[in-house]
């Protein structure tokens, strides 16, 4: 029996369009609304405080949110 190598964590690059740096970290903001069943990205944000900021009025508004991070 052969034993399979773990698969390699993929990173993923966010180049925005506002300028900032390829290897920047940048944060995006997720939003699910399940009525029209859309996902929708917010940002990038470049503070964790500013991305923190959007998801909690999403979720204050009943929206399912998240951030994820890019460019670690």
Known sequence: MTRMAPKRKKNKTF???EGYK???KVYLVYKLIEAD????????????????QA??????????????????
């Open 55 to 72: 998801m909690e009025g999403y979720l204050a508004k009943g929206l399912c949110s998240w951030i994820v991070a890019y460019n670690e």
């Open 37 to 52: 069943n859309n996902l929708i990205a917010d940002g990038p944000f470049p503070t964790l405080d500013e991305a923190n």
């Open 15 to 17: 180049y925005g369009v």
């Open 22 to 24: 390829s290897k920047q």
